[in-house]
């Protein structure tokens, strides 16, 4: 289904030039990118986003859905680098090349609760990704968001930090008792006792309530007890 097997299958009419050469109308910038994948199976291309767009465009193109997914990653249109998006994959136990659908991001849709509701209730397991400044870190709600105003004790729900003011590596912070997701039309993903967020701002106390940070940084991970919400993704 590539534009490569239409050329050679005879779906789209060649027209060499008089060397036997045939031009594609293509800008051949990051071409090479693409041809040394298609030689060795491995995608090298430069971190640089605009890159990383133009050759995924080219990808579309020419239809090459492994490029295609390797470009677009795990957690499509997401703040996370690749590595990090790899890593809450293994922290549920779905297959390491899983991708998720974007379902809500606060800088598109807004940072209001109730388009939060609109988009994300009732759609099943779901991950928070929260970035408040430089600091990256969310949760992972098993079950779906409602608006009903109930908190669920749920095993299995945990919170996560990927960058945080104390330089740790990316690690979960897992459930213990109490009260867990927190439904309500008045708050965005919210997990009660541990991280609460209201549309621009947000809230988290580990030291008490379902979560406790074995690490002992506690709110440090998030830039403080209270902080502000730059960009909301539900995955």
């Given amino acids: 289904n590539t534009y490569f097997g239409a050329m050679f299958s005879g779906m789209i009419e060649l027209k060499p030039d008089k060397d036997g050469r045939i031009f594609i109308d293509r800008d051949g910038t990051h ?9 060795n199976g491995e995608l090298l291309v430069p971190e640089d986003k605009l890159v990383r767009k133009e050759l995924l465009v080219e990808a579309q193109f020419y239809g090459l859905q492994d490029i295609i997914d390797l470009l677009s990653g795990l957690f499509p249109d997401s703040m996370l680098l690749p590595e990090h998006q790899g890593l809450l994959n293994s922290w549920v136990g779905v297959p390491a090349g899983q991708r998720w659908r974007l379902l809500y991001k606060g800088t598109r849709d807004s940072l209001l609760p109730l388009v939060f509701h609109e988009k994300c209730d009732n759609k099943g397991p779901t991950y928070t990704i929260v970035r408040s400044g ?11 968001w409602k608006r009903d105003g109930t908190s669920t004790p749920v095993i299995g729900t945990f919170l ?40 621009t701002q947000g809230s988290s106390n580990l030291r008490c309530g379902a979560y406790y940070d074995s690490h002992g940084y506690q709110e440090k991970l998030f830039g403080g007890a209270n902080f502000v919400v730059s960009e909301i993704e539900v995955y």
């Fill in 160 to 199: 996560f930090t990927i960058v945080n003011p104390v330089g740790a590596n990316p690690y979960t912070i897992g459930y213990s008792s109490g009260s867990g997701p927190y439904n309500h039309d008045t708050h965005g993903p919210s997990f009660y006792g541990g991280l609460m967020l209201a549309g």
């Fill in 31 to 39: 071409f090479r990118y693409i041809l040394n994948y298609l030689r």
């Fill in 134 to 144: 430089v600091n990256v870190f969310g949760g992972y709600n098993p079950n779906s």
